[in-house]
């Protein structure tokens, strides 16, 4: 029988580090024992991962869990340039020395998250020391369920290009201090984070960001070079929103802007007062759409609409349809049909996809009129809701069948 092969050892460093990168801590020290190579390759791995999630108290109690990330930190022996703990309880006093230790040796890329059983109790998330914030190589930063205080003379991450912060304790100014001193921030993550109530953002490096939650404000100045924009509001948002500047009046600036995600009540807070025919710069970079509207409302219509008219050049839509009967008011029921031709706001659309359909009125209106009125249109995409019986399916399905269409190229895929 012809010997083995260790095909695995024989391959580069980087390759070997980045296998490890996937492993947690535990199994990744065992590769330690399988030879003087693999030894090596272990205390030099740049990337340290953390998975308690993985293991039962007694597991914990087993394998004295802190000592073994205490023996890791102290065999490796190049710089450690990510940290990922994942830790399912409450945290205890080792975490300040791991960090400690790892700020001090060029750590650039730091994921904290913990899951404590009472997310509102703010005694049960982590507190990141003050130390953190010292960090000048930090380049990502990713937390979740816990509490950012800022230290007096904090002056920003000169490095962070990346910030995620998820259910995570902090004020308006400290976000605001965190973003403005980070002057090469290119991608903001904020979800449902306590204690923010009026988001201000300048961050003229940013490039991508994300919001989910209840916000009173968003101030989105001096964000001109953003590329893509999420944002998914509560109706809290909406009710309990300042009077002050909409934020559909800081998407007027967003020149750059090329990709739009609008859900929850995020239409509403943008255009709570009257709906303009269109926003006051025409926004010709914008590629794709992705929007929550209710078709039973006229506010949500006309603002769907406006959109439209703002980004001449989008090439993909995605429409999550609410049609709700119980709830807004009727809009005019040729309203779709007065749009038609009505100009060239549509002859670049050539990806539609609408979901949650369940063949209304509103619905099928809609459906007809981005048919007969997008020219370069290849393909309509068309999610009947789950729970629609067949005979209705079939019936939805029929109907879309036989509606003219504009492009000759323009196929309806129904599912």
């Given at each position: 029988?012809?010997?083995?092969?260790?095909r695995?050892?024989?391959?580069?460093?980087?390759?070997?580090?980045?296998?490890?990168?996937?492993?947690?801590?535990?199994?990744?020290?065992?590769?330690s024992?399988?030879?003087?190579?693999?030894?090596?390759?272990?205390?030099?791995?740049?990337?340290?991962?953390?998975f308690?999630?993985?293991?039962?108290?007694i597991?914990?109690?087993?394998?004295?869990?802190?000592?073994?990330?205490?023996?890791?930190?102290?065999?490796?022996?190049?710089?450690i340039?990510?940290?990922?703990?994942?830790?399912?309880?409450?945290?205890?006093?080792?975490?300040?020395?791991?960090?400690?230790?790892?700020?001090?040796?060029?750590?650039?890329?730091?994921?904290?998250?913990?899951?404590?059983?009472?997310?509102?109790?703010?005694?049960?998330r982590?507190?990141?020391?003050?130390?953190?914030?010292?960090?000048?190589?930090?380049?990502?930063?990713?937390?979740?369920?816990?509490?950012?205080?800022?230290?007096?003379?904090?002056?920003g991450f000169?490095?962070?290009?990346?910030?995620?912060?998820?259910?995570?304790?902090?004020?308006?100014?400290?976000?605001?201090?965190?973003?403005?001193?980070?002057?090469?921030?290119?991608?903001?993550?904020?979800?449902?984070?306590?204690?923010?109530?009026?988001?201000?953002?300048?961050?003229?490096?940013?490039?991508?960001?994300?919001?989910?939650?209840?916000?009173?404000n968003?101030?989105?100045?001096r964000?001109?070079?953003?590329?893509?924009?999420?944002?998914?509001?509560?109706?809290?948002?909406?009710?309990?929103?300042?009077?002050?500047?909409?934020?559909?009046?800081?998407?007027?600036?967003?020149?750059?802007?090329?990709?739009?995600?609008?859900?929850?009540?995020?239409?509403?807070?943008?255009?709570?007062?009257?709906?303009?025919?269109?926003?006051?710069?025409i926004?010709?970079?914008?590629?794709?759409?992705?929007?929550l509207?209710?078709?039973?409302?006229?506010?949500?219509?006309?603002?769907?609409?406006?959109?439209?008219?703002?980004?001449?050049?989008?090439e993909?839509?995605?429409?999550?349809?609410?049609?709700?009967?119980?709830?807004?008011?009727?809009?005019?029921?040729?309203?779709?049909?007065?749009?038609?031709?009505?100009?060239?706001?549509?002859?670049?659309?050539?990806?539609?996809?609408?979901?949650?359909?369940?063949?209304?009125?509103?619905?099928?209106?809609?459906?007809?009129?981005f048919?007969?009125?997008?020219?370069?249109?290849?393909?309509?995409?068309?999610?009947?809701?789950?729970?629609?019986?067949?005979?209705?399916?079939?019936k939805?399905?029929?109907?879309?069948?036989k509606?003219?269409?504009?492009?000759?190229?323009?196929?309806?895929?129904?599912?």
């Amino acid at each position: 029988m012809a010997p083995t092969v260790d095909r695995i050892s024989s391959l580069s460093n980087d390759i070997l580090h980045h296998i490890l990168d996937f492993m947690p801590i535990r199994e990744a020290g065992r590769t330690s024992v399988l030879s003087k190579r693999w030894k090596d390759v272990w205390a030099s791995t740049p990337c340290l991962n953390i998975f308690e999630t993985e293991m039962d108290p007694i597991d914990r109690s087993k394998y004295e869990w802190p000592a073994v990330v205490d023996k890791a930190l102290l065999l490796h022996k190049e710089t450690i340039h990510g940290f990922k703990l994942h830790e399912p309880v409450h945290p205890d006093g080792h975490i300040d020395g791991w960090l400690r230790s790892l700020c001090g040796r060029g750590l650039q890329d730091l994921t904290i998250e913990f899951f404590p059983l009472h997310e509102d109790n703010e005694a049960e998330r982590y507190k990141i020391p003050s130390f953190v914030f010292a960090c000048s190589s930090l380049v990502s930063l990713d937390l979740t369920c816990c509490v950012l205080r800022l230290p007096s003379g904090f002056k920003g991450f000169k490095s962070l290009k990346f910030l995620s912060l998820d259910r995570v304790s902090l004020h308006d100014t400290i976000l605001e201090s965190l973003v403005s001193g980070s002057s090469h921030l290119e991608h903001l993550n904020i979800e449902e984070c306590n204690g923010l109530s009026k988001i201000k953002i300048q961050a003229p490096s940013l490039l991508y960001l994300h919001i989910f939650g209840d916000f009173r404000n968003i101030n989105l100045n001096r964000c001109n070079n953003m590329k893509r924009l999420s944002i998914h509001l509560s109706e809290n948002s909406y009710r309990n929103n300042d009077p002050g500047r909409r934020l559909g009046e800081y998407l007027k600036g967003l020149v750059r802007l090329q990709s739009l995600y609008l859900h929850g009540w995020s239409l509403w807070y943008l255009f709570k007062a009257n709906v303009p025919q269109r926003l006051p710069l025409i926004n010709r970079n914008l590629r794709v759409l992705d929007i929550l509207i209710d078709l039973w409302e006229e506010k949500d219509v006309f603002a769907f609409v406006c959109l439209l008219k703002s980004y001449p050049c989008l090439e993909v839509l995605a429409i999550e349809a609410y049609d709700d009967t119980n709830r807004g008011t009727e809009i005019i029921g040729d309203y779709w049909k007065m749009l038609e031709h009505s100009g060239p706001w549509l002859g670049c659309l050539r990806n539609v996809g609408i979901k949650n359909i369940t063949g209304s009125e509103h619905e099928i209106q809609l459906i007809g009129f981005f048919l007969a009125n997008t020219r370069e249109l290849e393909n309509f995409y068309v999610y009947i809701e789950e729970g629609i019986e067949h005979k209705r399916r079939f019936k939805i399905a029929k109907l879309l069948h036989k509606f003219p269409r504009s492009s000759n190229r323009a196929k309806v895929h129904i599912s």
